[in-house]
């Protein structure tokens, strides 16, 4: 049986959060910038560490980044390293 991940905009914390069958699976934090939302840090959950759930973060939050006209300034480590993997979000980076 597959897991339900679903990903939401925590806008009053500044961060995505990632759940997996409704509980709390970790976060991606950001602060907005002219143009440009800057990802500072992402957390998952131990417990998930391994499942794609950080993956599926990732790629929520490049997605709705995207949505909205805006670029992304990869400083996490871990949003750095998914677009080096990924690099049909290349074109969202303004470092």
Do not use: W
């Amino acid at each position: 049986m597959s897991s339900s991940i679903t990903v939401s905009d925590n806008v009053d914390r500044q961060r995505y959060d990632v759940f997996v069958d409704g509980a709390p699976a970790g976060f991606a934090v950001y602060r907005d910038e002219p143009g440009r939302r800057v990802m500072t840090h992402t957390e998952i959950d131990d417990r998930f560490e391994g499942q794609g759930v950080g993956g599926h973060l990732a790629r929520a939050a490049l997605d709705d980044i995207r949505s909205r006209g805006l670029g992304v300034a990869p400083q996490c480590p871990f949003i750095r390293a998914y677009i080096d993997r990924h690099p049909e979000y290349a074109d969202l980076v303004i470092d």
